[in-house]
């Protein structure tokens, strides 16, 4: 059992890591799939869809309490309404109506839905940061980023799955975080070599960009904003347009299923693991001396509140069961009844030798008696006489 539980630990370990590799990806052309962060090798899901199956693309996806997120780009209709993601379509399902604003970029942190974007009924129209509400859609001002105005090609991306926000401004090539309480931003510095992010995640303590000038997935330092050019772009290589969202492969939305390759791994593992454990058990418990394993009752938990850890009671050794003693072989049977036969035959010669005696000395005596005892037989009959 200890074999099986310790295979099914490397064997979820293994799964965790493989998706640790990969993340949900969305492009402006609408497609939605995964990419592998440490290859580019972009896998096709499907195409972002609403409800009334229109496509259409998405400015960012984002995470919360195990559920994916999305707000639509520029190309669509409904620029400020919040969607839910399904994972293994990606049909998007509005959260609330619209809230009548232009988001740019969408994002999270650890604890919150986010958007930079603008009022189209403002003159000047300046960036501004909201927090989205993940149940009703609802936007609430935080405050102006300062960071630009109005719309266009020009989009920025927020960061997912980070303690903090972070925020790449496609204007100058440069990285800011920005105060989730205020809206104000503090730089980092540039990318460098003309690099354009177009969206930002952070998994497994890496900070990944999608590179929209290179066309590659690019790792990031996030105390400097430096950008080292990472595996090309698969999204591009698919000719389905540039990247405008990544989300760890990990979330869901709580009603999907889980996938099944993932759930096919772990059983199997599991099956092979636990038949595996039962021959050795069984095995070894044909051998001549093998003791038996303690009951299931013997086991209890540590009394210590410092520890959760399990401690086996030591039984004394007359309450531990032995195996039955292997039964006699063949031969071994027939040298015991031989034992046996010739035993009985010596006891039987003996009793018969006894009576044979005892026969003799009683003739002896009647024709004694009668006195007509043969010369021959009377030193014998004396000595019988002596002897009885």
Known sequence: MRLAFVSTLFLM????????????????????????????VFTSIGQFESTNDIPQSVDGLAVLNGSMFASEATNGTAHGTLFT??????VLTAVGPDTGLYYLSFGSTTNGLYAVGFDPNSASRPWNLYALNPSTGAATLIGPTGLGSGTGFIRGALSTNSGGLLFADDNNGE???????????????????????????????????????????DTINPATGTASIGPASG??????GFIYALAPAGTAP??????????????????????????????NSRKPGAV????????????????????????????????????????????????????EELRLKNERHEMKKQTHYWD???????????????????ALSVAA
């Open 235 to 240: 999204v591009f290589q698919a000719d389905q």
């Open 254 to 283: 709580p009603a999907s299923a889980p996938e099944p390759a993932t759930w096919s791994m772990i059983c199997a593992g599991a099956m092979v693991a636990l038949v595996r454990a039962r021959w050795v058990s069984r095995r």
């Open 175 to 217: 990285m800011y975080t920005l105060n989730t309480s205020t809206g104000s931003p503090t730089l980092l510095g540039a990318f460098g070599g003309s690099t354009t992010i177009g969206a930002l995640l952070l998994e497994d303590g890496t900070l990944y960009g999608g590179d929209n000038f290179h066309n590659t997935i």
């Open 364 to 382: 002896v005596i009647e024709r004694k008696g009668r006195g007509c005892v043969p010369p021959g037989e009377k030193k014998r009959s004396a």
């Open 85 to 90: 993601v399904n994972p293994t379509n990606g």
């Open 292 to 343: 038996s394993a303690a009951p299931p009752e013997v086991w209890a938990l540590n009394s210590s509140p410092s520890t959760s850890v399990t401690k086996p009671l030591i039984l004394a050794p007359s309450t531990i069961s032995q195996q039955p003693r292997k039964a006699k072989s063949r031969n071994e049977q027939n040298g015991v009844e031989a034992q046996t036969r010739k035993q």
């Open 13 to 40: 370990a293994s799964v965790a890591a493989a998706r640790a590799d990969t993340a949900y990806v969305g492009s402006s052309t609408g497609a939605f799939g995964t990419i592998n962060l440490n290859n580019g």
